[in-house]
């Protein structure tokens, strides 16, 4: 496997579900992301880990919950999603040597949401 | 609070034509990157712009950043079908965070 690796690439789930997105990156990389796109949006940042610490929060609501085990996985916790949270969630990894942060994307996870 | 305009927001073009995709944005940064998006499908870097006057060139693609004007520029040359996609400039502020544009949907046909 290279580069960043997302499972599910798809998932349904009714509101009172509980299910985990997983994210794992070969890159080598000391930081990773998990973004939202929705339709006609632009690309929403929900979380940064950087050295597996959580160093940003975008006020994402609670009923997702972040958690990065170590510096290669990343995962999405979700419990009583709303419809609205329907989505594409891209998870991204990056190398931030302090000259340049180039984010490397997976491929995402289609999240629906009924 | 710092935005990131692109425009136009939705491009259709015929092939062989030029065009110019523009990216705003509104502090001050000197490291911009554009990426690709297919549809469905995850983005992809395209160009990695570190310093004011940088140009970057690939195929029929060539990227500027103007750090002065907070510009960012993306031209097309002699488009071709596979080169629709969608664009996305993104604007790193020195922290962990890339703030990115609204896209740039490119359409082009024969």
């Known amino acids: 496997e290279t580069g960043v690796t997302q499972t599910p690439r798809h998932l349904v789930m009714g509101m009172t579900n509980k299910k985990s997105l997983k994210c794992e990156q070969h890159?080598?990389?000391?930081?990773m992301y998990w973004y939202k796109q929705s339709a006609k949006k632009p690309l929403e940042l929900m979380f940064v880990?950087?050295?597996?610490?959580?160093?940003e929060n975008n006020s994402v609501p609670s009923r997702f919950s972040p958690e990065c085990p170590n510096s290669s996985h990343l995962f999405l916790h979700l419990h009583t999603l709303q419809p609205e949270d329907s989505a594409l969630y891209l998870c991204?990894?990056?190398?931030?040597?302090?000259?340049?942060?180039?984010?490397?994307f997976g491929p995402g996870t289609r999240l629906t949401v009924l | 609070e710092l935005k990131v305009e692109q425009n136009p927001l939705f491009l259709s073009m015929q092939e062989g034509k030029n065009y110019t995709i523009y990216c705003n944005y509104s502090?001050?940064?000197?490291?911009l990157y554009w990426y690709r998006q297919d549809p469905g499908k995850s983005l992809e870097s395209l160009f990695v712009l570190l310093s004011n006057g940088a140009v970057k060139q690939e195929g029929r693609l060539m990227a500027s950043l103007d750090t002065k004007a907070r510009l960012s520029t993306l031209h097309i040359t002699a488009a071709v079908h596979d080169l629709s996609a969608t664009y996305f400039c993104?604007?790193?502020?020195?922290?962990?965070?890339?703030?990115f544009g609204t896209g740039t949907r490119l359409q082009v046909f024969p």
């Open positions: 502090t001050t940064s000197d490291r």
């Open positions: 993104a604007v790193d502020i020195w922290t962990d965070k890339l703030i």
């Open positions: 991204a990894s990056s190398q931030d040597n302090g000259a340049y942060n180039e984010q490397f």
């Open positions: 880990y950087s050295l597996e610490e959580r160093v």
């Open positions: 890159l080598g990389h000391n930081a």
